[in-house]
């Protein structure tokens, strides 16, 4: 046995020697060239099998010679043996991209390696495996493998993979190196956009892989996996597989490749804030943070909408500020990419909403770091630049850029909510101007929801932001209370009812002169043509109106506004807007020319169906709309006509009533003597109001004035039966002084109906001690 192996090695050896000389001799050029152009087969096969002995395994010599098309002439007329020889070089020569552009140029050559994949022998299969792996990575050669069937024979041979038979073996590729050619295969398919949904059938053995695979074949699986997530039609499906909890795993993976791949396909699948404890578990949010200083930007953007998905729960968030995750997302903002701007845009919009929360104490110490930390990242120069669209936008599309204002609107509305003191910062870093800017822009802009939302954040923003004491006359120089009128005309729910927010709160304190005025027409106008969600709105302001000017409302603007209230009062199914505008109409009932436009309108019918419902507030309001008008009187007056805090004091009390009147006729005919009348004494009239006051109500009769009388009666005559007072003689000196009662400040004082002129008398100089009278 010795021997014979030692012939056999003896042999061995002289071939290599003579295969040798052969090369030497320069025998492979000429062969090669013999073999291209050959047409008989029986030949061709004699050729190639020199070749064969000749070049021993190295058919690089073959193809340095003949090229590709030396090597499919061999592989279609050698042996089984010469097949696999000569795929294994194949395989390795397509791995170089510049040898795989020059296979290329002649695409009918790719039929002859796909035809390997049927080959009976398996190492010719693996090798053809990897032949097709590789050209699948070139885009021109996808279309030709796809019509060659390779994907599906690719997909179903992995799905076979994956089945175990009774005997308990597992049916397809069982090869491992095969197994990674095809997962190659599917994930450069997977990455074609004209294909990606074709691969739904491969998304069960490639999510089993992720566990199963071993380190090479889980590279291509989560690229795969994450390409095939890229698809929202996909995304079901994988989530049912799995996928998304095995994929987050792959964060701690080792390979940087790997956790890039899984946390773009963790963020395209999307996670929950039932996940963030999941997450904590397995301290997977640290990788998170971690990547969020990756060298890809679009690595980072996904850590980063990650991060931010996950934030909305208080125990994740603490853990990210605790961490150091803050600064890495603040400082995407200056990134130049899009998609990662946005996406630190959005976590950081997140964020803000529970930590300027209002049910957090105001000294929150996570609302004041995350505060201190945006101002001091210089943040809000690049967020408001985002709005005016100062920055390149680097080939995105235009959904991405409206995405970014979106996110960027959000993050103002949360940090402009009043907690923390951060709108006095907002309105001092130029909020308020960029606002006004943004506005009539994405008005116009007119994009479906995208562009509501947009209107919507700002002018909501401006609104909360003009409760900033700093913020109404910043408004008025930038020429706000215009831009916010033609909000208001133009009629779209998602611009009307945040500027009439935004209206109502500048219309407090002490507005500027001629703004109630200038906004009441508007106002009343949106109210008749305005949607149900922007009714309260606009009531609300127009509430403002009426409170710091009634005299905003008059003639046929008043009697639009009583037509919109009806219209709001019948809408029963907007409880709030019924109930905002039975509120309204309650003070303008307090006036008369108020009711009789609301009577003309038709109001009180409406008014009394919601009464009849059990309204208790619509029943009051009735009574007062049925309060007939009182007579004019001159010295009435309602510091109501005066929206002034201070006009109360201006107004001089009236004077007093008359301090003498004469004796009442004796019911016999018998009258006293009139004696002399004393000084009449009168306070100043007030001064004339700035408003008109309203008419006066119905008089009522005064109460009687009794007078004590100067000169006892006659002997015979009787004492008057109205005079209840017991007369006393009065002391002669000293006489009496009469003062008029001092002013006093008051909103409204009765007066007395006008006396008849009575003849001036000279007043006595002393008066005499009279006897009592008897009964």
Known sequence: RVAA???????????????????????????????????????????????????????????????????????????????????????????????????????????????????????????????????????????????????????????????????????GAANPDARVSMVRVVASFAADARYCNMLRIAIQPLVAMLSAGGAEATVHVARAVTSLSGAEPNRD??????????????????????????????????????????????????????????????????????????????????????????QPILQLLHTSALPARTAAVRALAIMSQQLMSPSLPADDAGAAAFVDAFFAADALPTLLAALGDERPREGVDGGTADREAVAVLLLLQSLSGGHGGVRPRLVAGGAVEA?????????????????????????????????????????????????????????????VAPAARVLANLLRDEPPAGLPEAVAPALVQALSTAKPSAVVDLLSALSHVHGVCRNAFGGAVLAQLAAGLLKAVQDKENHEGCLASISLLSQLALRPEARAALAEAGLAPALRESAAAGWRCTELLLGILSAEEAAPQASRRSSCSDPSPHASVAHAAPAPPALHQPAAPHPNGAGFASPPAPPQYHSPPPAAAPFAPPPPAAAVAPPPVYTRLPTPPSAGAKRDVLSRVAYQPEPPEP????????????????????????????????LQPQPQLQP
């Open 735 to 766: 006489p009496p002084q009469y003062q008029p009662p001092p002013p006093q400040q008051q909103y409204y004082q009765p007066q007395q109906p006008p006396q008849p002129p009575q003849p001036q008398l000279q007043p006595q100089p002393q």
């Open 237 to 326: 499906a994988l989530r049912d597989a799995g996928a998304l909890p095995r994929m987050a795993e792959l964060l701690l993976h080792d390979e940087e490749a790997v956790q890039q791949a899984a946390v773009q396909c963790v963020a395209n699948l999307g996670v929950e804030a039932s996940d963030a404890k999941a997450f904590l578990a397995a301290g997977w949010h640290l990788s998170l943070i971690s990547l969020l200083s990756a060298s890809s930007a679009e690595v980072q953007g996904a850590a980063a909408a990650v991060l931010g998905n996950l934030s909305s729960v208080p125990e994740f968030r603490d853990a990210l500020l605790s961490d150091g995750a803050l």
């Open 435 to 495: 606002l006004l800017r943004f506005l009539p822009a994405a008005a116009r802009y007119d994009k479906g929801t995208s562009t509501g939302e947009m209107v919507d954040a700002a002018a909501s923003t401006l609104a909360s932001l003009a409760l900033a004491a700093a913020a109404p006359p910043r408004i008025e120089q930038a020429g706000g209370v215009p831009t916010l009128l033609r909000l208001v005309e133009s009629k779209k729910p998602a611009a």
């Open 5 to 171: 192996e030692e012939a056999v090695l003896a042999r061995a050896a002289e071939e290599e020697a003579a295969a040798s000389a052969v090369q030497v001799a320069g025998a492979v050029a000429p062969l090669t060239t013999l073999l291209l152009s050959s047409g008989a087969v029986e030949v061709k096969q004699h050729i190639a099998l020199t070749l064969a002995h000749t070049v021993r395994g190295s058919w690089r010599l073959v193809f340095n010679a003949g090229g590709f098309q030396a090597l499919l002439d061999v592989l279609a007329a050698g042996s089984e043996a010469v097949q696999q020889d000569v795929s294994l070089t194949l395989a390795a020569l397509l791995e170089d991209v510049h040898q795989r552009g020059a296979l290329l140029a002649d695409l009918n050559s790719i039929s002859a390696i796909v035809g390997l994949l049927n080959s009976p022998n398996e190492g010719t299969q693996q090798n053809a495996a990897k032949a097709v792996a590789a050209l699948a990575e070139e885009e021109a050669a996808r279309e030709t493998l796809y019509r060659l069937g390779t994907l599906s024979h690719v997909t179903r041979s992995l799905a076979a993979a994956n089945t175990v038979r009774p005997d308990g073996t597992r049916g």
